[in-house]
Nanobody, 123 residues
Framework: VQLQASGGGLVQAGGSLRLSCAAS????????MGWFRQAPGKEREFVAG????????NYVDSVKGRFTISRDNAKNTVYLQMNSLKPEDTAVYLC?????????????????WGQGTQVTVSS
């Protein structure tokens, strides 16, 4: 399985970015997918997850109402729309494919990881 994340960059506080994660080499449409982030000196943190069908999503409290996860199974791609960005959102964002079909929040339930894309929010 290969996951390729893209769409990161430098943005001012209050701005928006859309991350994409293209998957190949696995039955993408049957797996839950997630976005995580890791800031320097901090542990990897769950950000958002989506079930295999896209019918169920969940988010860490700090991004609820600002971020939206979605997927297009025909394109084998999962997205993370990030609005109203804050400096504390600055991190490397990684997409991951779950061992399960549901939108897990647990890092241990993800077995394939992309390389990450840097998001930097300036104040």
């Amino acid at each position: 399985v290969q996951l390729q994340a893209s769409g990161g960059g430098l943005v001012q506080a209050g701005g928006s970015l859309r991350l994409s994660c293209a998957a190949s080499g696995r039955t993408f449409s049957s797996a839950g997918m997630g976005w995580f982030r890791q800031a320097p000196g901090k542990e990897r943190e769950f950000v958002a997850g989506i079930s295999w069908s896209g019918g169920s999503t969940n988010y860490v409290d700090s991004v609820k109402g600002r971020f939206t996860i979605s997927r297009d199974n025909a394109k084998n791609t999962v997205y993370l729309q990030m609005n109203s960005l804050k400096p504390e959102d600055t991190a490397v964002y990684l997409c991951a494919a779950a061992k399960t079909y549901y939108a897990s929040r647990r890092l241990g339930e993800y077995d394939y990881w992309g390389q990450g894309t840097q998001v930097t929010v300036s104040s």
